[in-house]
């Protein structure tokens, strides 16, 4: 059997055992609470770990794995930006995110700053999360259709329709198992890629010995302090502030879970850089040559260099599934924007559960579409490096900071917000596109990046302790304070069959990731018997694969101990008996 016929094989398994385990699902979802919030008590690790594989992709091997190979240790440097983005979030954003006690972050916008400024914030949301998670999806069709041999638009297309399948039909379950899913299969094949590259560029010392001088500074090249500064910021603001993030905080089941929530995201985000970016900075070592986009090879490069047959399939299924993961969670949290925000706030607000799991269904079938779209086009502006950094640059502060805002300040008003963000879009625009059509000036990488983070954290500054210091509460926060307070004295407290339901989908989602995990063990046992080298660290990795999939196992003895203690425990019990 040929190295490419174990390595497609390896793909298609994996690939159709993660659309089952999505599948899984399509009866969970009971309601919009369910469908989109996990009844608000999936259990902290997993809402971490979601989180964590939510804003990987693919792209990180791509765009920082470029990066790396051309400038060495910065690549980790940028990244670092997220922990303490992570820490930031944890601290003083997650928590808050809970108490708000909305089902997406839009419901808060519409709550605090008013129905127009959340219809603005909506669409841009929509746009930004369309362009940015299509131009992820690229990378990973062209890692596939590279190392395979298929054509590169069917991949995307295949590739994208796999991957909106059981996001559309679970919901937010089904995405965070598949998270977990994919989180060990690309931490294994990872840790088979760095032992493996390391001792084919003949050691530690070899490797350090044929890089640059530069290659191990914290800053290089275009990547200047300047940079890592607006970075910092941006990343403060995207973790705590970005609409896919803010549904895992929501999901938990405390302001203390939500916190803990941030922090494994940010202890992860401090690790994991070094391990993902060191293969391609060996790469540099034993081959310097590539250049310009070439560049972006460099990981898939040094993957079919030092793996053996079989593990070149589960490196590509996991970067593969890792831009699922973080374009699933868009769109799970874009359909619940256009499900609860414009269905059911604007057009239809009388509508049923089962209305509104059906449009949640088919606005994420329809959005993915559109995502698969834009993956098509990215060759045509230049990249994936030159799209995200651009997106981030532009949208990021403007749309970002204003709602974060609103989450501590008194004096900010809706209209406020909706003129700093529109403002502030409009400079990056034109300083971005029409600037340096008319003119010799074009910003760099830093100076696009403190454009995009510094102008409205200082008039949101300039705002609140100059313009609005001698104000007093906003009429836009008094209402809201008065509506919170009214929403919380209607609240009525969920009926023992929504207790029930919620604890059924939790122990079966529980169940699911220990057989995933189980089953992943299993085949990397297997291709431990095929693998020509690396045996003994393959067995070691399946062993603690299998070890780890006790985990969920213990997290459901003491998720059972919990329910005990609750008025629909002993119901729950005796269904449990009789299910067994």
């Known amino acids: 059997m040929s190295t490419s016929t174990i ?19 399509a009866r969970t979802g009971r309601n919009m609470k369910s469908f989109f919030a996990g009844g608000e008590a999936v259990p902290w690790f997993i809402g971490g770990l979601s989180l964590f594989m939510s804003f990987f992709s693919a792209g990180t091997f791509v765009a ?12 980790v440097t940028i990244q670092w930006t997220m922990c303490l983005g992570g820490l930031i979030t944890a601290f003083l954003l997650a928590p808050r995110w809970k108490r708000t006690g909305a089902l997406t972050a839009a419901e808060f916008i519409r709550q605090r700053l008013g129905a127009p400024v959340q219809k603005f914030y909506v669409y841009t949301f929509l746009i930004v999360s369309l362009v940015n998670k299509g131009a992820v999806l690229y990378p990973v069709a062209k890692l596939v259709s590279v190392s395979l041999g298929f054509p590169l638009v069917p991949c995307t297309i295949v590739l994208g329709l796999m991957m909106i399948a059981y996001t559309a039909v679970g919901g937010l379950w089904a995405v965070m198992v598949t998270d977990i899913l ?11 890629v760095l032992p493996l590259s390391l ?10 010995q044929n890089v640059p001088e530069d290659f191990f500074s914290l800053v290089n090249g275009e990547y200047t302090f300047g940079f890592i500064l607006a970075f910092a910021l941006y990343h403060i603001s995207y973790i705590g502030g970005n609409w896919t993030f803010v549904q895992r905080y929501t999901s938990v089941d405390s302001p203390k879970s939500a916190r803990k929530v941030a922090l494994l995201f940010a202890g992860l985000y401090l690790i994991s850089p070094v391990i993902w970016m060191l293969p391609p900075m060996i790469y540099k070592s034993i081959n310097p040559a590539l250049a310009g986009l070439n560049a972006e090879n460099a990981y898939l490069e040094v993957c079919r260099l030092v793996l053996p047959p079989g593990l070149m399939g589960l490196m590509l299924t996991g970067m593969y599934f890792s831009t699922s993961a973080t ?16 269905y059911k706030g604007v057009v239809n607000p009388g509508a049923t559960d089962k209305q509104l799991i059906r449009v949640a269904r088919l606005s994420g079938l329809l959005l993915g579409i559109g995502m698969i779209g834009i993956a098509l086009m990215v060759p045509m502006v230049g990249g994936m490096i030159e ?3 651009s997106i981030a640059a532009i949208t990021g502060g403007p749309t970002l900071l204003p709602p974060l805002w609103a989450l501590f300040s008194k004096k900010l008003t809706g209209r406020v917000a909706y003129i700093i963000s529109a403002l502030c879009l409009a400079v990056n625009l034109v300083f971005k596109f029409l600037v340096p059509m008319v003119s010799a000036l074009k910003l760099s990488r830093s100076q696009e990046m403190l454009l995009g983070a510094g102008l409205p954290f200082l008039l949101l500054l300039l705002y609140e302790f100059v313009l609005a210091a001698r104000k007093g509460p906003s009429v836009d926060y008094q209402q809201y304070k008065v509506f919170r307070q009214q929403q919380k004295e209607q609240a009525a407290a969920q009926s023992p069959e929504e207790v029930d339901a919620i604890h059924r989908q939790n122990v079966f989602g529980l169940r699911v990731i220990a057989f995933s995990l189980a089953f ?3 085949l990397l046992f297997i291709l431990c018997a095929l693998a020509a080298t690396g045996k003994v660290l393959v067995a070691v990795i399946a062993s603690v694969v299998l070890l780890a999939a006790g985990i969920p196992l213990l997290a459901l003895r003491k998720l059972k101990l919990k329910q005990i203690h609750t008025p629909s425990g002993n119901r729950i019990i005796q269904e449990n008996n009789v299910a067994s």
């Open 7 to 25: 390595d497609t094989g390896v793909i298609f398994v994996f690939s159709a055992f993660v659309l089952v385990i999505g599948l899984l699902f």
């Open 64 to 75: 920082w794995g470029s990066i790396a190979y051309k400038y060495g240790f910065v690549s």
């Open 182 to 192: 994919q989180f060990v299969i690309l931490t294994a094949a990872v840790m088979l």
């Open 199 to 208: 001792d084919h560029a003949g050691g530690w010392q070899q490797f350090t």
């Open 327 to 342: 374009a699933n969670t868009t769109l799970n949290v874009t359909s619940a924007v256009i499900t609860n925000d414009i």
């Open 387 to 389: 799209v995200v950094i």
């Open 520 to 522: 992943t063990a299993v």
